[in-house]
């Protein structure tokens, strides 16, 4: 059987393909062969319909070969083959010569706007904030920022991190908003190298916080960051003060000393778990947290106030009338809640809750305060409580220390999770070490399943704490939160079936899932990354703040409390906040605010009111709190 003849066309088809893989030169060559394909028989029907074109075929032809030398600019001189040839020389070295410039051009530009496009340029600012890293708490970090400059002009926020700058602009611009006066400037690069830190030129920065990435070697990577930091600011003077934020304890003091001298590190797990346990045992204080953290509402300031030196801090509890006096700091020790009879000195600093620095004024209430109106009952005692813990992650154990610190006897904590080795040696960890004060009891079970919630008496505990899983590297950031969103809704369903709200305080990471969440106006929401992001940005503009703040989220320490109002007035009596003030020094605690029962299931605060003015009257219930600075 003879061979199969290819067909012509395949083998042109080859030829032609083959020809083009030898490289430039051939494909220049069919450049040149196609443009001589059009122009020159368009050029020849140019000429031969031409009235005026000449009648001999030599001079018709020296006609297309100018109208093809203009058309292709290889130089249309006619004559003898050397002239025209010579033409054609010249026509292609001014070709080379023009392609070449502008491809060197194209070039140049190309690469220089590429360069920028990466964010490859220094920042040339003075006074800016540096944000290194990239995590979820970066968007409430520049939100945040972005309100504390409202008001001052040339303000710019540059934010450094191993990602592309277009991604970053397009992703806080989507999540934050509107940057109003504020100029955001990202820069791509990695955050540890030091040759790539001047590109945000920390050495003029006003402040330089660094944030925890979304890896499980997070703190490590905070101090290499540090550290690389330290490298590039060598031999500036004054250096920045620097913030940063590391997950697990015993990396604080590496980080610490990687951050020196004027440093802040913040233990982003520890707070949170406090603030869950805090919210678990009283349903509302994460919105008071909120409230004193973010720069929309009241905020902390350290004010110097000649007048009352000398005189008992209680006065100064009554002596601004739109400012709410939580202590002093004395040195660099922060003094919150002294007793109402400690003397204030002349150096001493006076730490407010106002709404800007230019809103503490003095002005006497303490003739507002009615003693018929307040009340003299002791305070409640804390009972036994009985806790559940859905989920489990690394913040869990924690919160179990944070619950043992304070339990009563009889309490009991009961924890509901998948079975895995690590959860199950933590709260054995956990139990060896609790002592009588409480009980803990481990049960495996997957929470997002109905079946494991029905067989769980959710209703009986006095609370019912919900957790997301510690995000797995390669997955979407808030899987974990997709869990809890079913874990949420299934609870939900229980609250309808029975017609009971349950105490309910939940975990999430992304604060946009906060408007998915199905739970009920009473619960509590904890956004973990937001609260660390709201802590750094507060310091970053006031660092003096941080002693401040440790104090007020220590385990031990004073900290923020909601009481029933009884405790302070008599139920249905209508008085001044002031009187509440009063109450409130009696008992050696400084009232801040206040959370109304009528408004508690109204939006945004649900009825949290912070630093409201002395002289505001209202009628006070059985049902309301009263938010103070105390301890337990």
Not at 209 to 238: C, F, H, I, S, Y
Request: charged share 20%.
């Amino acid at each position: 059987m003879g061979q199969r003849r290819t067909p012509f066309g395949d083998r042109a088809r080859y030829w032609f393909d083959s020809t083009l893989a030898r490289g430039a030169a051939a494909l220049v060559g069919w450049m040149a062969l196609l443009c001589l394909a059009v122009v020159v028989p368009t050029s020849a029907v140019l000429v031969w319909t031409d009235p005026d074109a000449p009648p001999s075929l030599a001079d018709r032809l020296a006609e297309v070969w100018r109208l093809t030398g203009e058309t292709l600019r290889l130089g249309g001189a006619t004559g003898t083959p050397l002239r025209a040839l010579m033409s054609v020389l010249l026509a292609l070295v001014t070709l080379l010569f023009v392609s070449t410039l502008v491809g060197l051009i194209t070039t140049a530009l190309t690469e220089r706007l590429t360069s920028l496009r990466r964010g490859r340029s220094t920042v040339l600012e003075h006074g800016h904030a540096v944000v290194l890293g990239w995590s979820e708490q970066v968007f409430t970090v520049v939100s945040e920022l972005v309100t504390a400059n409202a008001n001052q002009r040339g303000a710019a926020v540059v934010v450094l991190a191993d990602r592309d700058k277009t991604v970053m602009e397009e992703a806080l611009s989507t999540k934050v908003g509107s940057f109003g006066r504020t100029r955001l400037i990202c820069r791509s690069g990695p955050t540890t190298d030091p040759a790539v830190l001047p590109l945000s030129s920390p050495a003029t920065a006003g402040v330089v916080l660094v944030m925890p990435p979304d890896d499980p070697d997070a703190d490590a990577e905070v101090v290499k960051t540090l550290l690389a930091l330290r490298a590039a600011l060598a031999g500036a003077e004054p250096r920045p003060p620097v913030v940063a934020a590391v997950r697990d304890n015993q990396y604080r003091l590496a980080a610490c000393l990687a951050a020196g001298p004027g440093g802040v590190v913040l233990e982003s797990d520890t707070v949170t778990a406090r603030l869950i346990v805090q919210a678990a045992r009283r349903p509302g204080i994460s919105l008071v947290h909120q409230e004193l953290l973010d720069f929309a509402g009241d905020e902390f300031y350290l004010l110097s106030e000649p007048s009352l030196t000398g005189r008992p801090f209680g006065d100064a509890l009554l002596s601004y009338s739109t400012s709410s006096v939580v202590g002093l700091v004395r040195g660099a020790t922060p003094l919150l809640n002294p007793p109402p009879e400690t003397p204030i000195a002349p150096d001493d600093l006076i730490v407010v809750i106002t709404r800007d620095d230019d809103t503490a004024w003095l002005d006497d209430c303490a003739d507002l305060a009615e003693q018929a109106a307040m009340a003299s009952r002791p305070s409640t005692p804390t009972p036994a409580e009985r806790v559940l813990l859905l989920g489990w992650n690394r913040r869990a154990p924690l919160m179990i220390d944070q619950l043992h610190r304070r339990a009563r006897p009889g309490s009991t904590v009961d924890v509901v999770a998948e079975r895995g080795e690590a959860t199950i040696r933590q709260v054995s960890e956990a139990d060896a070490d609790s002592g009588n004060g409480l009980s803990l009891a481990l049960h495996h079970g997957d929470i997002t399943r109905p079946e494991t919630l029905r067989h769980l008496d959710v209703h009986s505990y006095d609370s019912v704490i919900v957790l997301g899983r510690d995000p797995v590297p390669g997955q979407p950031p808030d899987d974990p939160d997709n869990r809890t969103l079913v874990t949420l809704l299934l609870l939900r369903r229980l609250e309808e079936a029975t017609g009971r709200e349950l105490p309910l305080v939940t975990e999430l990471i992304d604060d946009r899932n906060r408007a998915l969440a199905p739970i009920s106006p009473g619960a509590d929401v904890i956004i973990s990354g937001k609260l660390i992001g709201l802590l750094m940005s507060q310091i970053s503009q006031n660092r003096h703040l941080a002693a401040v703040f440790e104090e007020l989220f220590s385990a031990e320490g004073t900290g923020v409390r909601l009481r029933p109002a009884t405790d302070y007035v008599l139920p249905g009596s209508e008085t001044f906040f002031a009187t509440v003030v009063a109450a409130a020094r009696r008992r050696g605690e400084c009232a801040i605010g206040y959370r109304s029962h009528d408004d508690s299931s109204t939006s945004p605060g649900y009825g949290v009111r912070i630093n409201p003015p002395k002289r505001e009257r209202r009628r006070w219930t059985a049902e309301d709190e009263v938010v103070v600075i105390g301890k337990d």
